[in-house]
């Protein structure tokens, strides 16, 4: 509380000083008795006194200025006290006297502090504020001479009388000089520094009327005038001291000098003429008096000097002005020039594909629209949608450079084999289109080949190196009037039809496509939803062992009815399951299925302990890191032996990813699950990969069965055979449908089959039954042949 209370005491301790001093002013003009002249010195103490209180309250670093102020104030003092004394007591006060000393030395402290006070700006020296103060302090002096000076000069004053009466208009000047060079470069604007301004001009105010009268009659006229006006500076002095904008007044940053605005220039012209005017209007008879009229004039002429050196320095400063307008203009139009490059440049990059250079997937929509807009496009445009055939694995063997780098090739062999006004564009990854107009003489379908030519070469790429890839390209020849929706689909629908039908083709879309298409969605969106349904499942063919008859193993082989409605094949929905990602939940879901019914089977059929339940995995489930672990848990949850459940993998699963695969099927392997690849023989470098591979068992493909007992396919199956033999490979063949192809195979060694001539897939419980006649019918130990 005593805090707050001593805050606000501070705050408006500058209006409470000037309010008591106020008041002693006003009795210092109602008392007539000789004690008022001791108001004087009473207020220049008090002033004093608040000077040193505002340093040690609002502590302005430095504080020199504020102590040369209140050495000045303490000299004004003392003298006032020695003069009221004298007239106190009613004696005459001699001149020169030792109070005059000390008010003449107070005049170099003041503008001392003044100096002082500009000085801690750090700014310099100002020479457009000292030209200008100089102006006015000059014509001021003209003044001076005129009331002051010329009378002291014509009086009969002996030399020390006269050099004494003389230094007082001398230090008004002088003060005056450095009061106007602080107010021109502060541009007042402090409080602190406004009461200064009025502490100076209260000051010279009263010099002027008290030694010009004096000068002039011999004795002051209205001196309680020049007395209130000295007080009042006192006043006006302790207040700006007290006030709490005086700590900022010593880091004021001074304003620019070179400008005059309209008061200025007033406050310029006028001292000016004053010269002029007291010599036109012979005041005191000046013109009378050679050696007055000299000094006036040289005044003048000193005046004349300042105004024209004033004048040059605002014409170096319009020049330089000029300069920097000029300078600032060209910076501007360079910036607006690298603006305008900018905007170029970003204009390009939203249009253009930042790898290759070509136009991208918006500015591509844009041309296409536009295209589609006109008259003429319902017979003259082509659209071509080209995909770039397994360019995962340039990425995943080369690296990513690699690739970037292939991308930017291909690009450049798009536009060779585009025409001038063709559209070219990456659409996005290793996507491209191209639009072409006009195609008046050139079928789509030959135009397309073009393109699909370019591939046919291998893509030269830094290092030395080379690079094959194919491309699938969907066509679109637009013989109506079409939306840009209804054009992108039907190009995707023909690149989709090009990817199906092998890769590396052109197919031009045909509207039975999109029926096609309309039957592929429709299956994936019944698919999504067919293990929530219970529309999916499975059943299972039985795999024989070819010497004795007897049942080794089962394939769980996936079937899908919906509701109502024919069933799918596994051929049309499983591709469908790969391309939505539903593979996992749907795999995961027929391997938790296998191995339940896997465990039922070893409990309750006879005989059954040992049977193996063959598991088809997908590509994409063999690449999922997580799939060993999936397989871990269902194995837990049914209890079902891991040596007992076995996992196909196809040979073109392998060929994607080697170096994961490999890596997955270890995993599996360390579980004690066994691995079959299917299909085997199929077209890729199967010996590499029984080799490099991990497998337990291979499947011949039903191709070599089914073509009957030609001798390439005999001694194909019996190389088969012998290789399996061996790495100890068990081998099974695939598509057993005639007595005939049992017996052939038997004969050539194969150990194990499966096929309709056996069993087709049965569902569980049809294979209850299967299982349970054949250990009847079969005793234990007892073989047969295979059926003739």
């Given amino acids: 509380m005593q805090e707050a209370l001593t805050k606000q005491l501070r705050k408006h301790a500058w209006w409470w000083f000037l309010t008591a001093g106020a008041v002693v002013i006003t009795v210092y003009a109602v008392v007539t008795a000789p004690v008022r002249h001791l108001f004087s010195p009473v207020l220049a103490a008090c002033a004093t006194v608040a000077v040193l209180a505002g340093v040690r309250w609002h502590r302005p670093s430095p504080g020199r200025s504020w102590y040369l102020f209140t050495a000045g104030m303490g000299l004004f003092t003392v003298a006032g006290a020695i003069f009221g004394a004298f007239q106190v007591a009613g004696t005459l006060v001699p001149f020169p006297s030792v109070a005059d000393v000390l008010y003449l030395s107070a005049y170099p402290c003041f503008a001392a502090g003044l100096i002082s006070l500009m000085a801690a700006w750090g700014s310099g020296v100002r020479w457009g504020a000292v030209l200008d103060a100089g102006i006015i302090t000059l014509g001021m002096s003209t003044m001076a001479w005129a009331f002051i000076f010329m009378p002291y000069l014509r009086g009969h004053l002996s030399a020390l009388p006269l050099a004494v009466s003389l230094a007082y208009p001398l230090a008004d000047l002088l003060l005056l000089g450095i009061a106007a060079q602080l107010v021109l470069v502060s541009g007042v604007r402090l409080p ?248 008046k003489e050139t079928p789509a379908e030959i135009y397309a080949q073009r393109f699909q030519d370019r591939f046919q070469e291998p893509f030269a790429l830094s290092g030395h190196r080379s690079a094959f890839i194919t491309a699938s390209i969907g066509v679109v020849a637009i013989t109506e009037p079409t939306t840009l929706h209804e054009t992108l689909r039907d190009a995707d629908i023909a690149l989709y039809a090009a990817k199906e039908g092998g890769r590396n083709r052109v197919e031009v879309f045909e509207p039975a496509m999109s029926l096609a298409q309309e039957s592929h969605a429709r299956i994936a969106q019944d698919l999504r939803y067919a293990l929530s349904r219970n529309e999916l499942s499975v059943h299972y063919q039985p795999v024989i062992h070819l010497p004795t008859g007897q049942v080794t193993s089962v394939e769980a082989l996936l079937r899908w009815e919906r509701g109502g409605r024919s069933p799918i094949p596994p051929e049309v929905f499983v591709p469908v399951a790969e391309e939505t990602g539903l593979i996992g939940p749907i795999g995961a879901w027929v391997l938790r299925e296998a191995c339940r019914y896997g465990r039922h089977w070893h409990d309750s059929i006879p005989r059954a302990e040992t049977l193996g339940v063959a598991v088809n995995v997908s590509g994409l489930q063999l690449k999922d890191h997580r799939f060993a672990d999936t397989v871990r848990q269902i194995l837990h949850e049914s209890g079902f032996p891991p040596a007992s459940l076995i996992l196909e993998i196809t040979e073109s699963s392998l060929v994607t990813d080697a170096e994961t695969a490999s890596l997955h099927i270890r995993a599996l392997r360390d579980l004690g699950v066994r691995i079959s690849i299917d299909d085997f023989g199929t077209g890729y470098s199967s010996l590499a990969y029984l080799r490099d591979f991990p497998a337990d068992i291979v499947k011949i493909d039903q191709s070599f069965v089914l073509r009957g007992g030609r001798d390439i396919d005999n001694s194909l199956i019996q190389a088969i055979l012998h290789i399996g033999h061996a790495l100890d490979l068990d081998v099974i063949a695939e598509g057993i449908e005639t007595p005939h192809q049992a017996q052939r195979l038997h004969a050539l060694g194969c150990p194990h089959g499966q096929g309709f001539y056996y069993s087709p897939p049965l569902a569980p419980p049809a294979l209850d039954a299967y299982l349970t006649t054949q250990a009847i019918l079969t005793p234990e130990g007892q073989t047969r042949e295979p059926r003739k």
């Fill in 192 to 439: 602190a520094l406004g009461l200064f301004t009025l502490w100076v001009g209260a000051t010279l105010a009263a010099d002027a009327l008290y030694y010009s009268t004096l000068a002039a009659t011999g004795a002051p006229i209205a001196a309680d005038v020049s007395y209130t006006l000295w007080m009042a500076s006192y006043l006006l002095l302790g207040a700006g001291a007290l006030h709490p904008s005086m700590a900022g007044s010593t880091r004021l940053v001074p304003r620019s000098q070179e400008r005059l605005f309209r008061a200025r220039m007033t406050a310029l012209t006028l001292p000016a003429l004053l010269g002029p005017a007291l010599l036109i209007a012979d005041v005191g008879g000046v013109r009378g008096q050679p050696m007055h009229v000299v000094a006036i004039a040289s005044i003048v002429a000193a005046l004349t000097v300042l105004l024209v050196v004033r004048i040059m320095l605002l014409a170096q400063f319009a020049e330089a002005q000029a300069d920097r307008a000029g300078a600032r203009a060209r910076t501007a139009e360079d910036a607006l020039r690298q603006q305008t490059s900018l905007q170029q440049k970003l204009t390009h990059q939203a249009f253009h594909d930042s790898l290759t250079g070509l136009a991208n997937r918006a500015l591509f929509f844009e041309r296409l629209e536009h295209a589609l807009d006109r008259h003429t496009a319902a017979q003259n445009t082509v659209l071509l949608l080209i995909d770039l055939d397994r360019f995962k694995d340039i990425n995943d063997s080369l690296g990513h450079p690699v690739g970037d780098e292939l991308l930017i090739t291909i690009g450049h062999r798009l536009l060779g084999a585009a025409r001038r006004h063709d559209t070219v564009a990456r659409m996005g990854g290793d996507e491209f289109a191209v639009l072409a107009e006009d195609l």
